[in-house]
């Protein structure tokens, strides 16, 4: 038999939890996905808008070579650029009022191969096996000695 008191109590939690939830899929939407694509641009173009003062930002990626280009109106373009311009294009950037950066590489550490912990994980799996096994016939066998 159910109190009163319960079942009041437990109508009003049920409410108060279905407001909230309601509330929750109610509240703003989620912001956009804030990644950046960089569309692919010509060097000449870019020595362009150089010269115009429409570039925000240029890095230098050496791997490639690439530069990430952003521009004052907020786009932003991936140039090949030939390894022997960087450091003219690096003073013509700055000369135009244009921020400059040269990345450095950053070398990944060696992949993690799991190999030993999946022969550890699989001699624990059979040892536990074993000493079940043991178990079951000791178990077994003390059994039939009783009988």
């Known amino acids: 038999m159910t109190h009163p008191t319960r079942a009041s109590s437990l109508r009003a939690l049920c409410a108060a939890l279905a407001l909230l939830v309601l ?3 109610t509240a703003a939407p989620a912001p956009a996905s804030t990644a950046v694509h960089f569309q692919p641009e010509s060097y ?3 020595l362009v808008q150089v010269h115009k003062g429409e570039v925000h930002a240029v890095v230098l990626h050496p791997s490639g070579p690439k530069a990430h280009v952003v521009l004052a109106d907020g786009a932003h373009f991936t140039v090949a ?4 311009e960087s450091t ?6 700055r000369a135009h009022g244009g921020t400059f950066a040269i990345s450095t590489v950053k070398h990944k550490s ?3 191969h799991h190999k030993l912990r999946y ?3 699989g001699i624990l799996i059979v040892v536990i096996l074993v000493v079940l096994a043991v178990l079951l016939v000791g178990r077994r066998r003390a059994i ?3 009988e």
């Open 23 to 25: 509330a929750g899929t």
């Open 110 to 112: 060696g992949t993690v």
């Open 88 to 93: 003219k294009l690096g003073a013509e950037v």
């Open 119 to 121: 022969i550890a994980g």
């Open 44 to 46: 000449a173009a870019l």
């Open 144 to 146: 039939a000695e009783d």
């Open 81 to 84: 650029y030939p390894v022997s």
